[in-house]
């Protein structure tokens, strides 16, 4: 099959380096990590290229990739705004901020807006229950948000929040 991306160099290389060890498939998940944490995401031509140069079927990509909640198919937003949803931000109302999110910006849980300016993304435990309900935007914390928060929130963030490359 002919393959219409490159990959960057770097990943690239790591690939050629996994080619050489022995049980060279087992490096899928780590090849996998590597390009996300370069372009972000993991788009059908990454995931095409990687069946391609690991010598794997696509649908091993496909599946390790939609099997792991940490891999994202779809690229993030410049503020991606991540909820816990953990117990102790759940009981004290996590599911209101996510849902005036959702209404705010018009796109659910997973999703990006149409203009790429932010994704909605969902997070376990952050360790600071104590002040849940808790959200990151681009690693920044805030704690204690309510539902009422949230539109002022969303233009605070883009006055002060660097936008992620
Ligand atoms: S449950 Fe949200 S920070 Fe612990």
């Not at 203009?115 to 229950?129: H, T």
Request: aromatic content about 8%; some cysteine.
């Amino acid at each position: 099959m002919k393959q219409s991306i490159e990959l960057d160099s770097k990943i690239s290389n790591f690939i050629e380096s996994c080619l050489q060890k022995p049980n060279h498939k087992s490096y899928l998940i780590a090849v996998l990590h590597k390009i996300q944490q370069h372009y972000g995401y993991l788009s059908l031509e990454h995931m095409n290229m990687v069946a391609h140069r690991l010598q794997v079927p696509t649908s091993m990509v496909s599946g390790v990739a939609t099997f792991y909640h940490y891999f994202r198919l779809k690229p993030r937003g410049k503020y991606a705004i991540s909820i816990c949803l953990g117990t102790a931000c759940f009981v004290k109302g996590a599911d209101k901020v996510l849902e005036a999110f959702e209404t705010e910006l018009g796109i659910k849980m997973g999703e990006t807006t149409p203009d790429g300016l932010f994704s909605l993304e969902n997070s376990r435990c952050l360790g600071v229950c104590a002040l849940a309900p808790v959200i990151t935007i681009n690693e920044r914390i805030f704690s204690k948000v309510t539902a009422q928060n949230v539109p002022g929130l969303i233009n605070k963030v883009k006055m002060e929040i660097p936008m992620t490359e």
